[in-house]
């Protein structure tokens, strides 16, 4: 997912995952969105002109039922529908 995300340019989520911040019998799924971190300068519109600029990267941990919640939580209220979710 980080090389993916280094050679598009764009945020790429990781696979299904044990978070660290979850306890050892915790099955709730958990992913990490990763974002690539380039140094200025001109576009980088090619892979190589990406690989070679690139810093680092930042990622923000998700709770996937908690993100999906948070998406899903008002979706009764202005739909009329209730949508259930299971991973």
């Known amino acids: 997912a980080m090389d ?3 050679d598009t340019g764009m945020p ?3 696979s299904k995952v044990r978070l660290v ?3 050892a019998g915790s099955t709730e799924a958990g992913a990490i969105l990763y974002f690539p971190v380039f140094r200025q300068g001109p576009g980088l519109t090619s ?3 990406r690989q070679s600029e690139l810093l680092g990267w930042t990622g923000i941990p998700l709770r996937i039922p908690d993100f ?3 998406i899903l939580a008002d979706w ?3 739909w009329g529908k209730q949508i259930d979710l299971y991973l």
């Open 21 to 23: 911040q979850e306890d």
């Open 4 to 6: 993916q995300a280094r």
């Open 12 to 14: 790429t989520l990781f």
């Open 47 to 49: 892979v190589t002109a």
């Open 68 to 70: 999906i919640n948070g």
């Open 76 to 78: 009764r209220n202005i």
